[in-house]
């Protein structure tokens, strides 16, 4: 016949099969044939329309019927061998083979008829024969059966061909070469009659996993990330007709020197240099062997690349046993999928063969490979392993680029899009392999196994993600696409991998330019993406991409970030993190300790500090997560019932998987912001309780609200008068606010320019945390309610945290984090709370700067006085209370709390993972987001420690006593009267009204357990906001709102009451009275203490404080200095204590009682005439009428300044001798004696005794004056301790114990007068302005001095003035010039001696105190601290060492003076041996000059004797001569007297000068040294004194109660 397309006989008795249908159905009765001309005489037409109907309307019947499609025609031609069919050579007739059912086998039925799959029973099976039919043929890439043309030859077969074969399961190959023409017969038989004409070659994969034989990494395609993708992926390699592989995948590779065998070993490991082969224009030329270079690949449009919506469903039509389903969700790939027609590989890129035997992949021999090992912490050292560096391999799309798709290819895939996943680890080959039963039918497909399956639930897979800064658009190609893999060495041999991403570069789009008909709304060219390369017909020319491929080992670094280490080496790194922590905050707390300005720096409390910070934090936050964890296990419920539900009202969209997944979600997040809104209106009920309005309403109302019409419209006023509603609504209004803009702060830190700058921001955000602390401080008014709302960004700057790059950096963040606390509780918010206080006074300060103050009134200016009082009496009780300390504490609550509630924010983000999406914008996978939740829940033992010195060094640097308020705290808790704290209505009024409640709270567990609750609403409310953000749900359009809203409102409701009834509830048999329940104390604190003493509770040291403290309570004087402390505070719990209710129903003499211990409470201590008070001192018995009088009588007249300054001073001196008085009062009563002093007489004799100050045993009313000018005199008129004053009172004070019948009488009331004269002494008064020089030393200095009364003015008028403080008296100066030398020496001595005296005095005194304190130290034992307390002991220890130390001081800076007062005297000695040696040489120039003056005189003498005459006028002459020569001889002698002697006295002068100078240095020395040791020394000396008081005082009492 005629040459047709090639067929199976077969073919021909499936159109019988086929016609023998069609023409009964024509000539049936069908409606669809009705009308038309279908059926002519029993046979169907040849109708178009017919044969259209039969294809369209029927073919499915006929498919079921049937078993295969109906044929289109009719078969035309003669049989011609086929590639498709094989011949069996051993068969007598091979033809009959093609038409097996025929000849069936002798059991079987002529009447069967061919094969149907869907009726086996019905039909004959095809019959086997062995041979080559038996085998299975294979279809071949499409390269081998099109005759593409090439260069000189009709076709682009005459080369060297390669081609690969990818097994999916166990099977046996067989390759035949067949001939198909008979023209070139001769040479098939020439060329293929030798052997050795091909060659084959084994890829074994080896370099994943050597342990494990034919492992490796597989591409895992999943229906839910990929639904249309895998349609070409997983197709037949090749051949016309497109159906699923289940055997080998055949691919044809362009590009020979991927697979030539010169290239690699015998066993396949290493890799060998590579051959002689250059690639030039993408071809391949090899040596001179004369082959052809091999055609590069070139595009193919395949049709089956078509996107099939059923292709998951019905894709593998493979027989599967019984019950397992046809429908794909998954497949596992060998290859990388979407990477097709590439050179070297064809359609499928084996992942083995790309990473172990590509020439651009550099392999390291095993020996010399080295992993990362995961124990050496912080190696830098890079693995030595495999890689493979920018391999580029040339591919070519063969999707359709131009026509329009409703889903996105894979290479328009946006950022952060995942087109597949890879295995981390490989994958064996039996897990990959399809398996079959007994039967012979599949249990498991290939690539479809139940382990692969289990893969999917598991953190086995590596996403293949899109970059997010490379990324691809909707009708856009890219010219490069960049496949980045890093994996992990784990060993010699294994590999892990840990990353995957896909860049996409050169981007181009496939719209047509605008010269080309274009639109140009649609190009890109303003994002930089210009249309692609067209010919002139307007057709994209290149299809082609270059796939670069980078494979490379990590670091340690990175694959800690990368959480690929075991959890041991986390473990160790939180330790690590911790211990760093803890450690810079030793070294705060030493350099604090160090630095330290306090006299006595606190003792530094470890474990008891942490009991009293860290337990009522976690007992409080961990009591409110039982609630919370309670209510959110049933938030699935009700979502999860009604998934069938639309999100809609309007109902006008399909439910498909992703919306009801969506719907979920939402309503999901419904039933958490249902939770998160009742917590935090519970919270506001109880942060601000009913009862306040009680407080409230105490104020009196407005005037528009008060009582006036009647009692109706009254109370109809005090209900709009509801001042705790309106906060309640105030704090919810703000907490809204504050979380709208804490959600902007999580939505910024999602994007990339929080991750570059995370480090920056978190200080920004830190700060911007202290300014909202300001702001909501000025809105809400109360710290308390203030606290959840800054525990929420607290919890929020931890969470943004994880915006960082990587692990790395969030553990930096958490350090960073660490610095900022410290700077904020040490020093910036101390600071801030400062200048705010400090605002009101500076504002006043402006307001006064600018303004005339005097053209003010006097009643202004009286107004301004008073209001600068008030504000600084303010600053003062502010900046001395205990605001400041509180604060710190309310900084430290909430930071801590916030802490605490970490762990539970990350783990609701893990539970939650999806739902929220909130890790997965911060690229935080569910796996890794467990490393994040252990950290913060490991760091918060650490955090403890760092809190408890960080604690202890704001002790040191602020001076506050933390830990003491702590203890108060905790006491106070521990024995509160009601249940609730906030039950109660006793606030300290004395501390700010802001931080009352705070303070009232006891930073107790209560308070913790209140602030968690309404934190954690308010995060569960801004998660179910990100809930409903990112699944697009709409609550408030949803039809199962109300249902979600009830049942979550009734969960919430009955989890509160029954926590409630647990709370209160009371178990007997474990003696659980309830939780929070308060101590019942009945009886008296006697009775409490005597019964513990008699049952023996307690150590002996306990029980013995126990006693003395009984001891102290029964005592009178203990009770009475009590109620002289304590009495403003009695007062204010007066009302507490004797509630109004109880008044009202008492009788009318119980209630006057009442106001009588009122009114004594009131004058307690006021105006009673004690025994010893001083006659000169009115009490305030005195009559009011005369007190009036004598105002009235008071001179009226304006005071000068100078009298006004007198008034002040006098003022200040009186109240200081009172304030001094009264804390002496009760020495001087303990010093009564039992007898009096005078006359022996006893208590029982005398009507009384009385103790008073006495001097030389008698009394004195002035040795109390005296004793405070002693005490002025020593420690300075400034000094005000009154413990010290105390001190100072009982070491020198003397006492004297009066009768009243001796106190009447003269001997015992006699007084000490007190102008009496005395001589002045020289130990009475020093002065540094005369010399101390060695010449004054030795003048004898009598202790008693007679002088004139020249000199007594002298003195008297100097002491004056050394006396009035003034620095350079010109008195004393023109008085001291006046004086004699005589008089001079004689004060400068007495001057001396009194100095000399001083220092020997102090010395004395000194050595004493010294001597005394280490005498009471010596006799305090260890074993006796339960009685001394071993502070008090060490405390003497220490003293007794600073006072070796100042000793030691002292000693070094003596040998210092001497040293230098020995150079002094060494050069004041040179300098009198010069003078001495300058006055003996003058001397005799002096003699020497007198003896020429007398020669000369002789000389004269003897020339008028010669000359002489004995006549009497010239003897008379020569008389006279003579005479005028001996008076020039005497002038002569006396000027050379006394120039010598002003000579002599020049250097006289100028040794005195040096003995001034040397005497000044000396003194000057001495000063220095003196001031040196003034301040330590004053310092040693007054807490010496205290100590030695309370010491002797607590050894009087142990030992003496030890002798009774």
């Given at each position: 016949g005629s040459v047709g397309a090639p067929y199976d006989c077969s073919l021909g008795d499936r159109w019988e099969e086929y016609e023998q249908w069609a023409n009964a159905l024509c000539c049936s009765t069908d409606p669809s044939f009705q009308g038309i001309n279908a059926c002519v005489d029993g046979v169907c037409t040849k109708d178009d329309h017919v044969h259209s109907i039969l294809q369209k309307s029927f073919g499915d019947t006929f498919r079921q019927a049937y078993g295969f499609d109906p044929p289109q025609a009719a078969p035309q031609g003669s049989f011609i061998m086929d590639a498709v069919l094989q011949e069996a050579r051993g068969h007598p007739a091979p033809l009959e083979l093609f038409n097996e059912w025929k000849d069936g086998p002798a059991w079987s039925n002529d009447t069967l008829k061919p094969h149907n799959v869907n009726h086996a029973t019905e039909s004959t099976p095809w019959r086997k024969e062995s041979g080559c039919c038996q085998c299975q043929p294979h279809p071949m890439p499409s390269y081998f059966g099109e005759a593409v043309k090439d260069s000189m030859f009709p076709d682009n077969k005459h080369q060297h061909d390669q081609f690969t074969i990818s097994a999916l399961s166990s099977v046996e190959l067989t390759v035949v070469v067949e001939l198909l023409h008979g023209q070139y017969y001769p040479d098939f038989d020439e060329y293929f009659s030798t052997y050795d004409r091909s060659r084959l070659r084994v890829h074994t994969p080896r370099r994943s996993d050597d342990a494990v034989e034919r492992a490796t990494w597989m591409a895992i395609l999943d229906k839910d990330v990929s639904p249309g993708a895998a349609s070409k992926s997983a197709n037949d390699s090749g051949g016309r007709q497109k159906v699923f592989e289940n055997r080998v995948l055949i691919d044809r590779p362009s590009a020979l020197e991927i697979g030539r065998f010169d290239r690699f070993s015998d066993d396949g490991l290493e890799m060998l240099p590579a051959p002689l082969i250059s690639i030039q224009n993408e071809t391949v030329t090899a040596g001179n062997s004369g082959d052809r270079p091999p055609t590069s690949p070139y595009p193919v449009l395949d049709d089956a690349l078509q996107e099939r919506s059923q292709w998951w469903e019905k894709g593998d039509e493979t027989t599967l046993a019984q019950g397992l389903p046809h429908e794909m969700s998954f497949i596992a790939l060998p290859y990388l999928p979407f990477f097709s027609n590439c050179e070297g590989y064809d359609s499928h890129i084996s992942i083995s063969r790309l990473l172990e035997e590509h020439s651009g992949c550099t392999i390291v021999p095993y020996e010399d490979t080295r992993g990362a090992s995961q124990y050496r912490l912080f190696n830098r050292a890079p693995p030595i392993s495999d890689y493979c560096q920018d391999v580029d391999i040339r591919c070519s799309y063969e999707e359709d680029l131009v026509a329009s798709r409703q889903r996105y290819r894979w290479y328009e895939s946006g950022k952060d899009e995942v087109l597949f996943h890879l295995t981390s680890d490989a994958i064996e080959a039996h897990v990959f392999e399809a398996h079959q039963n007994d039967a012979g039918l599949v249990e498991s497909r290939w690539g479809r196994g139940l382990e692969i399956g289990m893969l999917r639930d598991s953190y086995k897979l590596v996403p293949v993600t899109v970059d997010y800064i490379k990324e691809s658009m909707k009708n856009v190609i890219p010219r490069r696409v960049e496949l980045e893999l890093e994996y992990y060495q784990v060993n010699k041999g294994k590999k892990r991998l840990v990353d995957a991403s896909l860049k996409f570069d050169e981007l181009c789009t496939t719209f047509k330019p605008k010269n080309f008909g274009g639109n140009a709304d649609l190009l890109m060219a303003s994002r930089g993406i210009e249309p692609c390369d067209v010919n002139i017909d307007g057709e994209i020319v290149d299809v082609g991409y270059t796939l670069r491929v980078n494979f490379h080992a990590l670091t340690w670094h990175r694959l800690l970030n990368q959480f690929q280490f075991n959890a041991l080496v986390y473990l160790m790194l939180y330790i690590i993190v911790g211990a760093i922590a803890l450690a810079l905050a030793g070294i705060l707390w030493g350099g604090s300790r160090v630095m330290?300005?306090?006299?006595?720096?606190?003792?530094?409390?470890?474990?008891?500090?942490?009991?009293?910070?860290?337990?009522?934090?976690?007992?409080?936050?961990?009591?409110?997560?039982?609630?919370?964890?309670?209510?959110?296990?049933?938030?699935?419920?009700?979502?999860?019932?009604?998934?069938?539900?639309?999100?809609?009202?309007?109902?006008?969209?399909?439910?498909?998987?992703?919306?009801?997944?969506?719907?979920?979600?939402?309503?999901?997040?419904?039933?958490?912001?249902?939770?998160?809104?009742?917590?935090?209106?519970?919270?506001?009920?109880?942060?601000?309780?009913?009862?306040?309005?009680?407080?409230?309403?105490?104020?009196?109302?407005?005037?528009?609200?008060?009582?006036?019409?009647?009692?109706?419209?009254?109370?109809?006023?005090?209900?709009?008068?509801?001042?705790?509603?309106?906060?309640?609504?105030?704090?919810?209004?703000?907490?809204?606010?504050?979380?709208?803009?804490?959600?902007?702060?999580?939505?910024?830190?999602?994007?990339?320019?929080?991750?570059?700058?995370?480090?920056?921001?978190?200080?920004?955000?830190?700060?911007?945390?202290?300014?909202?602390?300001?702001?909501?401080?000025?809105?809400?008014?109360?710290?308390?309610?203030?606290?959840?709302?800054?525990?929420?960004?607290?919890?929020?700057?931890?969470?943004?945290?994880?915006?960082?790059?990587?692990?790395?950096?969030?553990?930096?963040?958490?350090?960073?984090?660490?610095?900022?606390?410290?700077?904020?509780?040490?020093?910036?918010?101390?600071?801030?709370?400062?200048?705010?206080?400090?605002?009101?006074?500076?504002?006043?300060m402006l307001v006064r700067r600018f303004t005339r103050f005097r053209q003010l009134s006097d009643e202004e200016k009286q107004r301004q006085e008073r209001r600068w009082e008030k504000a600084n009496e303010a600053i003062e009780m502010q900046c001395e209370g205990v605001e400041p300390l509180l604060d710190s504490l309310g900084v430290y609550s909430i930071e801590s709390t916030g802490i605490l509630l970490a762990p539970l924010v990350f783990s609701f983000l893990m539970v939650m993972y999806e739902q929220t999406d909130v890790a997965t914008k911060y690229g935080v996978e569910k796996n890794e987001l467990r490393y994040y939740l252990v950290f913060v829940f490991f760091m918060i033992p650490w955090g403890l420690g760092f809190d408890v010195l960080l604690v202890n060094a704001t002790e040191l640097i602020h001076g506050w006593k933390i830990h003491d308020y702590l203890s108060y705290q905790h006491y106070r808790f521990a024995n509160r009267t009601y249940r609730w704290m906030l039950n109660s209505l006793n606030v300290d009024e004395s501390i700010s009204e802001s931080l009352q409640t705070m303070d009232l709270m006891c930073f107790s567990s209560q308070y913790y357990f209140l602030t968690s609750i309404f934190a954690i609403g308010m995060m569960l409310a801004m998660f179910a906001v990100q809930m409903f953000t990112r699944s697009q749900h709409n609550f408030l359009g949803d039809p199962a709102t109300p249902v979600v809203v009830l049942s979550m409102c009734l969960v919430c409701e009955g989890t509160r009451r029954g926590m409630t009834y647990a709370s209160i509830a009371r178990i007997g048999h474990f003696e659980w009275p309830g939780l929070w329940a308060t101590k019942q104390l009945e009886g008296t604190m006697d009775d409490t203490v005597a019964a513990r003493l008699a049952v023996g509770v307690g150590n002996q040291a306990g029980l013995e404080q126990e006693r003395l403290e009984l001891q102290a309570l029964n005592s009178d004087r203990f009770r009475t200095r009590f109620m002289e402390r304590n009495r403003p505070w009695v007062l204010q719990h007066l009302v507490d204590l004797i509630p109004a209710e109880v008044i009202k129903s008492m009788s009318p003499d119980s209630i006057e009682q009442i106001r009588g211990i009122h009114a004594d409470l009131n004058n307690f201590g006021k105006g009673l005439r004690r025994p010893g008070d001083r006659p000169d001192i009115s009490s305030d018995t005195d009559d009011e009428e005369n007190e009036r009088e004598r105002r009235r009588q008071w001179d009226s007249a304006p005071l000068h300044v100078q009298q006004v300054q007198v008034a002040k001073s006098w003022v200040q001196r009186a109240r200081k001798r009172l304030a001094l008085s009264r804390v002496i009062q009760g020495t001087i009563e303990n010093s009564r004696a039992s007898s009096c002093s005078f006359c022996a007489r006893k208590s029982h004799q005398c009507k009384s005794l009385a103790v008073s100050l006495a001097k030389d045993g008698d009394r004195d009313h002035y040795a109390l004056d005296e004793l405070i000018r002693s005490f002025e005199d020593e420690y300075g008129e400034d000094e005000g301790n009154l413990d010290l004053w105390k001190a100072f009172f009982r070491t020198n004070a003397s006492f004297v114990t009066t009768c009243d019948i001796c106190m009447s009488s003269a001997s015992a009331t006699r007084a000490i007068p007190r102008e009496e004269v005395r001589v002045t002494r020289a130990v009475d008064i020093s002065s540094d302005e005369d010399s101390d020089s060695d010449e004054d030393r030795e003048v004898p200095f009598d202790a008693v001095i007679s002088v004139d009364q020249r000199s007594r003015d002298a003195i008297s008028l100097w002491l004056n003035a050394a006396r009035s403080r003034l620095p350079s008296s010109a008195a004393n100066k023109v008085y001291v010039k006046a004086m004699e030398p005589s008089q001079r020496q004689i004060m400068t001595n007495w001057l001396n001696d009194a100095r000399r005296s001083k220092v020997k005095r102090d010395a004395e005194k000194g050595a004493e105190i010294r001597r005394t304190v280490a005498e009471t130290a010596a006799r305090m034992k260890p074993e006796n601290d339960w009685f001394i307390s071993s502070s008090l002991r060490e405390q003497g220890v220490a003293l007794v060492q600073q006072g070796k130390q100042l000793d030691s001081q002292r000693a070094s800076l003596n040998h210092a003076i001497g040293a230098e007062v020995e150079a002094i005297t060494a050069n004041l000695s040179s300098i009198k041996v010069e003078a001495e040696e300058e006055l003996i040489k003058m001397q005799e120039t002096q003699t020497k000059e007198l003896e020429d003056a007398e020669k000369e005189h002789g000389r004269h003498v003897r020339e008028i004797q010669m000359i002489g005459s004995p006549e009497e006028e010239v003897g008379k002459d020569t008389a006279n001569e003579r005479d005028r020569l001996e008076r020039k001889l005497s002038g002569r002698k006396d000027e050379i007297r006394l120039r010598h002697q002003r000579q002599q006295e020049s250097i006289l002068a100028r040794v005195a000068d040096a003995e001034t100078n040397a005497a000044a240095a000396i003194r000057d020395s001495e000063q220095q040294a003196a001031d040196t040791l003034a301040g330590p020394e004053h310092e040693f000396r007054n807490a010496a004194l205290l100590w030695i008081e309370r010491g002797q005082r607590r050894l009087r009492a142990l030992f003496g109660r030890r002798d009774e």
């Amino acid at each position: 016949g005629s040459v047709g397309a090639p067929y199976d006989c077969s073919l021909g008795d499936r159109w019988e099969e086929y016609e023998q249908w069609a023409n009964a159905l024509c000539c049936s009765t069908d409606p669809s044939f009705q009308g038309i001309n279908a059926c002519v005489d029993g046979v169907c037409t040849k109708d178009d329309h017919v044969h259209s109907i039969l294809q369209k309307s029927f073919g499915d019947t006929f498919r079921q019927a049937y078993g295969f499609d109906p044929p289109q025609a009719a078969p035309q031609g003669s049989f011609i061998m086929d590639a498709v069919l094989q011949e069996a050579r051993g068969h007598p007739a091979p033809l009959e083979l093609f038409n097996e059912w025929k000849d069936g086998p002798a059991w079987s039925n002529d009447t069967l008829k061919p094969h149907n799959v869907n009726h086996a029973t019905e039909s004959t099976p095809w019959r086997k024969e062995s041979g080559c039919c038996q085998c299975q043929p294979h279809p071949m890439p499409s390269y081998f059966g099109e005759a593409v043309k090439d260069s000189m030859f009709p076709d682009n077969k005459h080369q060297h061909d390669q081609f690969t074969i990818s097994a999916l399961s166990s099977v046996e190959l067989t390759v035949v070469v067949e001939l198909l023409h008979g023209q070139y017969y001769p040479d098939f038989d020439e060329y293929f009659s030798t052997y050795d004409r091909s060659r084959l070659r084994v890829h074994t994969p080896r370099r994943s996993d050597d342990a494990v034989e034919r492992a490796t990494w597989m591409a895992i395609l999943d229906k839910d990330v990929s639904p249309g993708a895998a349609s070409k992926s997983a197709n037949d390699s090749g051949g016309r007709q497109k159906v699923f592989e289940n055997r080998v995948l055949i691919d044809r590779p362009s590009a020979l020197e991927i697979g030539r065998f010169d290239r690699f070993s015998d066993d396949g490991l290493e890799m060998l240099p590579a051959p002689l082969i250059s690639i030039q224009n993408e071809t391949v030329t090899a040596g001179n062997s004369g082959d052809r270079p091999p055609t590069s690949p070139y595009p193919v449009l395949d049709d089956a690349l078509q996107e099939r919506s059923q292709w998951w469903e019905k894709g593998d039509e493979t027989t599967l046993a019984q019950g397992l389903p046809h429908e794909m969700s998954f497949i596992a790939l060998p290859y990388l999928p979407f990477f097709s027609n590439c050179e070297g590989y064809d359609s499928h890129i084996s992942i083995s063969r790309l990473l172990e035997e590509h020439s651009g992949c550099t392999i390291v021999p095993y020996e010399d490979t080295r992993g990362a090992s995961q124990y050496r912490l912080f190696n830098r050292a890079p693995p030595i392993s495999d890689y493979c560096q920018d391999v580029d391999i040339r591919c070519s799309y063969e999707e359709d680029l131009v026509a329009s798709r409703q889903r996105y290819r894979w290479y328009e895939s946006g950022k952060d899009e995942v087109l597949f996943h890879l295995t981390s680890d490989a994958i064996e080959a039996h897990v990959f392999e399809a398996h079959q039963n007994d039967a012979g039918l599949v249990e498991s497909r290939w690539g479809r196994g139940l382990e692969i399956g289990m893969l999917r639930d598991s953190y086995k897979l590596v996403p293949v993600t899109v970059d997010y800064i490379k990324e691809s658009m909707k009708n856009v190609i890219p010219r490069r696409v960049e496949l980045e893999l890093e994996y992990y060495q784990v060993n010699k041999g294994k590999k892990r991998l840990v990353d995957a991403s896909l860049k996409f570069d050169e981007l181009c789009t496939t719209f047509k330019p605008k010269n080309f008909g274009g639109n140009a709304d649609l190009l890109m060219a303003s994002r930089g993406i210009e249309p692609c390369d067209v010919n002139i017909d307007g057709e994209i020319v290149d299809v082609g991409y270059t796939l670069r491929v980078n494979f490379h080992a990590l670091t340690w670094h990175r694959l800690l970030n990368q959480f690929q280490f075991n959890a041991l080496v986390y473990l160790m790194l939180y330790i690590i993190v911790g211990a760093i922590a803890l450690a810079l905050a030793g070294i705060l707390w030493g350099g604090s300790r160090v630095m330290t300005k306090l006299r006595y720096p606190p003792k530094f409390h470890c474990l008891e500090t942490l009991r009293l910070v860290a337990g009522p934090a976690l007992s409080g936050v961990s009591l409110s997560l039982i609630p919370v964890v309670l209510c959110l296990s049933t938030v699935h419920l009700p979502a999860n019932s009604l998934r069938g539900l639309d999100g809609t009202w309007m109902r006008s969209t399909v439910l498909d998987k992703a919306k009801i997944e969506s719907n979920y979600t939402g309503r999901t997040g419904t039933a958490i912001l249902v939770i998160g809104l009742y917590m935090s209106i519970l919270g506001a009920k109880v942060l601000i309780p009913d009862f306040q309005r009680k407080r409230l309403g105490e104020r009196p109302l407005p005037a528009g609200l008060n009582d006036t019409s009647g009692e109706g419209d009254g109370a109809a006023a005090r209900d709009v008068w509801t001042p705790a509603i309106w906060r309640r609504s105030h704090l919810l209004w703000t907490s809204m606010c504050l979380q709208f803009v804490l959600l902007t702060v999580m939505e910024y830190s999602f994007s990339s320019s929080w991750e570059v700058h995370v480090f920056q921001l978190i200080v920004v955000f830190k700060l911007l945390q202290m300014v909202l602390e300001l702001v909501l401080g000025a809105v809400l008014k109360e710290t308390l309610i203030m606290a959840p709302l800054l525990v929420v960004g607290e919890i929020v700057q931890i969470m943004v945290c994880m915006g960082a790059a990587d692990f790395t950096d969030f553990i930096l963040s958490y350090y960073i984090a660490l610095a900022l606390i410290v700077a904020k509780r040490l020093f910036i918010n101390p600071t801030i709370k400062r200048i705010k206080t400090l605002m009101p006074r500076w504002k006043m300060m402006l307001v006064r700067r600018f303004t005339r103050f005097r053209q003010l009134s006097d009643e202004e200016k009286q107004r301004q006085e008073r209001r600068w009082e008030k504000a600084n009496e303010a600053i003062e009780m502010q900046c001395e209370g205990v605001e400041p300390l509180l604060d710190s504490l309310g900084v430290y609550s909430i930071e801590s709390t916030g802490i605490l509630l970490a762990p539970l924010v990350f783990s609701f983000l893990m539970v939650m993972y999806e739902q929220t999406d909130v890790a997965t914008k911060y690229g935080v996978e569910k796996n890794e987001l467990r490393y994040y939740l252990v950290f913060v829940f490991f760091m918060i033992p650490w955090g403890l420690g760092f809190d408890v010195l960080l604690v202890n060094a704001t002790e040191l640097i602020h001076g506050w006593k933390i830990h003491d308020y702590l203890s108060y705290q905790h006491y106070r808790f521990a024995n509160r009267t009601y249940r609730w704290m906030l039950n109660s209505l006793n606030v300290d009024e004395s501390i700010s009204e802001s931080l009352q409640t705070m303070d009232l709270m006891c930073f107790s567990s209560q308070y913790y357990f209140l602030t968690s609750i309404f934190a954690i609403g308010m995060m569960l409310a801004m998660f179910a906001v990100q809930m409903f953000t990112r699944s697009q749900h709409n609550f408030l359009g949803d039809p199962a709102t109300p249902v979600v809203v009830l049942s979550m409102c009734l969960v919430c409701e009955g989890t509160r009451r029954g926590m409630t009834y647990a709370s209160i509830a009371r178990i007997g048999h474990f003696e659980w009275p309830g939780l929070w329940a308060t101590k019942q104390l009945e009886g008296t604190m006697d009775d409490t203490v005597a019964a513990r003493l008699a049952v023996g509770v307690g150590n002996q040291a306990g029980l013995e404080q126990e006693r003395l403290e009984l001891q102290a309570l029964n005592s009178d004087r203990f009770r009475t200095r009590f109620m002289e402390r304590n009495r403003p505070w009695v007062l204010q719990h007066l009302v507490d204590l004797i509630p109004a209710e109880v008044i009202k129903s008492m009788s009318p003499d119980s209630i006057e009682q009442i106001r009588g211990i009122h009114a004594d409470l009131n004058n307690f201590g006021k105006g009673l005439r004690r025994p010893g008070d001083r006659p000169d001192i009115s009490s305030d018995t005195d009559d009011e009428e005369n007190e009036r009088e004598r105002r009235r009588q008071w001179d009226s007249a304006p005071l000068h300044v100078q009298q006004v300054q007198v008034a002040k001073s006098w003022v200040q001196r009186a109240r200081k001798r009172l304030a001094l008085s009264r804390v002496i009062q009760g020495t001087i009563e303990n010093s009564r004696a039992s007898s009096c002093s005078f006359c022996a007489r006893k208590s029982h004799q005398c009507k009384s005794l009385a103790v008073s100050l006495a001097k030389d045993g008698d009394r004195d009313h002035y040795a109390l004056d005296e004793l405070i000018r002693s005490f002025e005199d020593e420690y300075g008129e400034d000094e005000g301790n009154l413990d010290l004053w105390k001190a100072f009172f009982r070491t020198n004070a003397s006492f004297v114990t009066t009768c009243d019948i001796c106190m009447s009488s003269a001997s015992a009331t006699r007084a000490i007068p007190r102008e009496e004269v005395r001589v002045t002494r020289a130990v009475d008064i020093s002065s540094d302005e005369d010399s101390d020089s060695d010449e004054d030393r030795e003048v004898p200095f009598d202790a008693v001095i007679s002088v004139d009364q020249r000199s007594r003015d002298a003195i008297s008028l100097w002491l004056n003035a050394a006396r009035s403080r003034l620095p350079s008296s010109a008195a004393n100066k023109v008085y001291v010039k006046a004086m004699e030398p005589s008089q001079r020496q004689i004060m400068t001595n007495w001057l001396n001696d009194a100095r000399r005296s001083k220092v020997k005095r102090d010395a004395e005194k000194g050595a004493e105190i010294r001597r005394t304190v280490a005498e009471t130290a010596a006799r305090m034992k260890p074993e006796n601290d339960w009685f001394i307390s071993s502070s008090l002991r060490e405390q003497g220890v220490a003293l007794v060492q600073q006072g070796k130390q100042l000793d030691s001081q002292r000693a070094s800076l003596n040998h210092a003076i001497g040293a230098e007062v020995e150079a002094i005297t060494a050069n004041l000695s040179s300098i009198k041996v010069e003078a001495e040696e300058e006055l003996i040489k003058m001397q005799e120039t002096q003699t020497k000059e007198l003896e020429d003056a007398e020669k000369e005189h002789g000389r004269h003498v003897r020339e008028i004797q010669m000359i002489g005459s004995p006549e009497e006028e010239v003897g008379k002459d020569t008389a006279n001569e003579r005479d005028r020569l001996e008076r020039k001889l005497s002038g002569r002698k006396d000027e050379i007297r006394l120039r010598h002697q002003r000579q002599q006295e020049s250097i006289l002068a100028r040794v005195a000068d040096a003995e001034t100078n040397a005497a000044a240095a000396i003194r000057d020395s001495e000063q220095q040294a003196a001031d040196t040791l003034a301040g330590p020394e004053h310092e040693f000396r007054n807490a010496a004194l205290l100590w030695i008081e309370r010491g002797q005082r607590r050894l009087r009492a142990l030992f003496g109660r030890r002798d009774e």
